[in-house]
T-cell receptor, first 114, second 117 residues
Framework: DAKTTQPPSMDCAEGRAANLPCNHSTISGNEYVYWYRQIHSQGPQYIIH???NNETNEMASLIITEDRKSSTLILPHATLRDTAVYYCIVTKGGRTGSARQLTFGSGTQLTVLP | GAVVSQHPSWVICKSGTSVKIECRSLDFQATTMFWYRQFPKQSLMLMATSNEGSKATYEQGVEKDKFLINHASLTLSTLTVTSAHPEDSSFYIC?????????????FGSGTRLTVV
């Protein structure tokens, strides 16, 4: 699986958009980009994933660059409850693949400030 | 949505005893279950992968005789830490892969905090 690089920490003001970057320059054509977050002492929570098109759900938006070498997770209106470690993970799988383990990097500690 | 129920959420045990952690998929069948371990201030590290009805595959450095994994049904996987020692104290998390209309997602249990005294 491709390696990802994320900033170790970020701050964001409550109510503002939080933009979390991820670099995955060695991603291959059949690898998906997944985003998870982990609130302290809890299991990771799925946020969103995508292959090459931008994706949006009720939690966030995922913007993937055209060359797929980087992506940005956007939390449109951050709240204090969004304070967590955010993990960007690249892995094969998807529609026709089989379940694969997710390799977690260090992630980004997002702190939403009041 | 798909939920993995993990129990217990925390456990304290004496050194030398065994502890069993259960993960149940509540509304789907989990063909594959992953077990992770997380030490304080560190990221999740994969311990093993189990497929229903098969022997688990362990990552390098994980003792299969110490961390017993059973995945006898599509809705239940268990991890037993045998002869636990203080260095086994950690946060253990299970995860199941599941298919959907947009390909694979992965859902995680809430984790088990193990403290060996």
């Amino acid at each position: 699986d491709a390696k990802t690089t994320q900033p170790p920490s970020m701050d964001c003001a409550e109510g503002r958009a939080a933009n979390l970057p991820c670099n995955h320059s060695t991603i291959s054509g059949n690898e998906y980009v997944y985003w998870y977050r982990q609130i302290h002492s809890q299991g990771p929570q799925y946020i969103i994933h995508g292959l090459k098109n931008n994706e949006t759900n009720e939690m966030a938006s995922l913007i993937i660059t055209e060359d797929r070498k980087s992506s940005t997770l956007i939390l449109p209106h951050a709240t204090l409850r969004d304070t967590a470690v955010y993990y960007c993970i690249v892995t094969k799988g998807g529609r026709t693949g089989s379940a694969r383990q997710l390799t977690f990097g260090s992630g980004t500690q997002l702190t939403v400030l009041p | 949505g798909a939920v993995v129920s993990q129990h217990p959420s925390w456990v304290i045990c004496k050194s030398g005893t065994s502890v069993k952690i259960e993960c149940r998929s509540l509304d789907f069948q989990a063909t594959t279950m992953f077990w992770y371990r997380q030490f304080p201030k560190q990221s999740l590290m994969l311990m093993a992968t189990s497929n229903e009805g098969s022997k688990a595959t362990y990552e390098q450095g994980v003792e299969k005789d110490k961390f017993l994994i059973n995945h006898a049904s599509l809705t239940l996987s268990t991890l037993t830490v045998t002869s636990a020692h203080p260095e086994d104290s950690s946060f253990y998390i299970c995860s199941a892969g599941l298919t959907g209309t947009k390909g694979y997602g992965y859902t995680f249990g809430s984790g088990t905090r193990l403290t060996v005294v």
